[in-house]
DNA sequence: CGTCATGGTTGACTTTGTCAACTAACTTCG
DNA sequence: CGAAGTTAGTTGACAAAGTCAACCATGACG
């Protein structure tokens, strides 16, 4: 019975959550998928970035980010020059229109964000983000 | 700085709860990928259920339901009959082994699901879905 | 030096979601 | 009745995302 499994509003708000971030980058003109986007952020968001860091942070498989590096540089929004301490690294970094475009981000992501959460106490939403947190980490580790 | 965007944690979490899922699914010696249960799930919630019903409750495309229906049919676990009072319609019901299979799976998935809120206070759990429930249903609604 | 771990790359593959065209069955209404 | 529109479902093609395993380099360490 338990008439609201869990899961199911958990998929049901990942799903509208990524539609309505496709449809914000898309309305500012971003044609990136979404996956793309994150690493962006990601490499922004990071001081000196490793596809290794990048996979770790957000659970991600390698290659996954092998392949959106490629293409972001391909795109010539980040810069991909070989570590000097360490030949086997890779720094990774915004260049100056990847930063521009990650400013657009945002942007977009505020204006879904605060769509989102429209009509619910921002004290809430800060424990909402903190529970979603801790249970990502309760549900990694514990694997055996 | 506002290190924790809403986005990120989301994903992580779904993320996090598939894997999850899906081990508790192998672990149980269920192969079915988790949109198939889902769907089985589904089924076997809704009284008289179609197709439509299904996409229409999880938000999804009506060619992955017919996609998936098929796999559920084809593998003995789901029935399919035309409606007597709508020719285009098709009633979608378990057969005995479906049940089962629902019942191993909501074993398997409350197990996981415990351990998902280890060391949550159940009334947050509660809040928990329901503000993800609106969250969701605000960005749904607000398409232009 | 040999051995092994690490960062990254590649290929093949599955799952999930999206879009558009299309059939068949109902509905509406002139 | 019959033409036009709707609705349920199917199909094909495809993009996005994730997974798995094998594979080079480089570096670390005995």
New interface residues.
């Given amino acids: 019975m338990s008439s609201?499994?869990?899961?199911?509003?958990?998929?049901?708000?990942?799903?509208?959550?990524k539609?309505?971030?496709r449809?914000a980058y898309r309305a500012a003109g971003i044609d990136l998928p979404s996956s793309h986007v994150?690493t962006l952020?990601a490499i922004c968001g990071l001081p000196k970035c490793t596809a290794q860091a990048i996979a770790e942070r957000?659970?991600r498989d390698k290659s996954q980010i092998t392949r959106v590096v490629h293409d972001l540089q391909a795109a010539g929004l980040i810069t991909r020059r070989p570590d000097p301490d360490d030949g086997r690294r890779q720094l990774l970094a915004p260049t100056a229109s990847g930063k521009r475009l990650r400013a657009r981000v945002a942007e977009a992501?505020r204006e879904?964000?605060t769509?989102?959460?429209?009509?619910?106490p921002p004290t809430?939403?800060a424990?909402?983000?903190r529970?979603?947190?801790?249970?990502?980490a309760?549900?990694?580790t514990?694997?055996s």
Avoid: I, Q, W
């Avoid at 769509?115 to 619910?120: A, I, P, Q, S, T």
């Avoid at 529970?131 to 990502?136: P, R, V």
């Fill in positions: 609201t499994p869990p899961g199911d509003a958990l998929h049901r708000l990942l799903h509208a959550y539609r309505a971030m449809e994150r952020k957000m659970h992501e879904a964000g769509r989102m959460v429209r009509g619910l809430s939403v424990t909402f983000v529970m979603a947190e801790t249970m990502a309760n549900l990694d514990t694997e």
